[in-house]
């Protein structure tokens, strides 16, 4: 097996590739840690975060637009599952829907005093 260094034009094309490789892997994990029924509990949300964070260095690096929101649901999904394995019970929904929010509001602060 080769591997081939992915090339990134244009940032928008770029972009676009990115967040279709970053749901194809998404897919298959949630696929397979499906047809393993053995996969302990929280494995989906450390697979998650570690996958949103990945997708955000990779952006970083090739000069692309990252995303603050899915920087922090990144690093919220990587924590809630490390916690879920360590026995820790995190309230998912509410947060995420407040880093979502907060993420919301800010992009938009941010862009009327750009």
Not at 28 to 43: A, E, F, N
């Amino acid at each position: 097996m080769t591997i081939q260094r992915m090339d990134f034009p244009n940032a928008p094309d770029a972009a676009k590739r990115l967040d279709q490789i970053g749901w194809g892997i998404f897919l298959i994990m949630i696929g397979t840690i499906w047809l393993v029924p053995t996969v302990p509990q929280g494995t989906w949300l450390i697979g998650t975060g570690v996958l949103l964070l990945a997708l955000n260095v990779i952006r970083f690096t090739k000069g692309i637009q990252w995303s603050g929101v899915s920087t922090a649901l990144g690093t919220f999904a990587l924590i809630a599952g490390l916690s879920a394995l360590a026995g820790i019970n995190v309230p998912l929904f509410p947060i995420c829907l407040v880093i979502i929010g907060v993420g919301l509001v800010l992009r938009t602060v941010a862009s009327e005093h750009a």
